[in-house]
């Protein structure tokens, strides 16, 4: 029987994972959530079952190409990258935030977000922020930042960001105020099409019994 290699984000969400991945027969080995060790692979209660931990940005990439079978990504993972090879059967309710539009406090003062026309912006998400502009009729160039987005506009790089957001306090204390939420987001069971396909009933054995733990 071939491995089948489970890709878990890391970060604040590998401490999510647990709260159902413990309870599975493919439970991972401890350390796996130790965010000290600086291992990247990690056995499970299943030999057949492995883990690798990477990160949240690259795990559709690692299951798209077949490097993992199975991963735990974030919407805003998957619309960004939109692999045909990614298939995301399962929502977690896990990771909880949304994607959202800010700008500067003082900027909203002077002007309507509705007369955008022409605007450079600040994101991670060249893909999602291009497609919600264009929507509107609104022409963007895009800064690719990997992080400290909300230093771009105190910089004079730009105005306006398009970021996660959680609790909006890192806009406020940056003197940014969330504009508009472009999505709302969650954690989602992801697979490889392929081996949706060729190792069906493993990966649908394993998809049921995360949907079993979840409800």
């Known amino acids: 029987m071939s491995k089948i290699i489970l890709a878990i984000p890391r ?55 077949g490097a993992a079978q199975l991963g735990v990504a974030g919407e805003d993972v998957i619309e960004e990258f939109d692999y045909s090879e990614v298939y995301a059967p399962l929502d977690l ?20 977000p509705d007369t955008w026309s022409n605007i450079r912006v600040a994101t991670k998400y060249p893909n999602i922020t291009k497609k919600y502009f264009s929507s509107k009729g609104i022409q963007t160039e895009i800064i690719k930042l990997s992080g400290s987005m909300e230093l771009a506009p105190t910089l004079n790089m730009c105005k306006r960001i398009v970021d996660l957001v959680s609790t909006g306090q890192t806009l406020k204390v940056n003197g940014l105020k969330e504009v508009e939420t472009i999505m709302k987001i969650q954690s989602k069971l992801i697979v490889n099409r392929s081996t949706y396909k060729t190792d069906s009933s493993k990966i649908r054995r394993m998809i049921s019994e995360l949907e079993n733990i979840i409800k």
């Open 11 to 65: 970060g604040r969400i590998t401490k999510e994972c647990k709260k159902f991945l413990s309870k599975t027969s493919f439970a991972p080995d401890p350390e796996l959530y130790d965010k000290d060790s600086r291992k990247l692979k990690f056995k499970s209660k299943n030999k057949h079952v492995e883990y690798i931990k990477v990160r949240a940005f690259d795990v559709c990439t690692f299951v798209a190409f």
């Open 93 to 112: 309710n896990i990771g909880h935030c949304k994607v959202s539009v800010a700008a500067e406090k003082k900027l909203l003062r002077k002007e309507n």
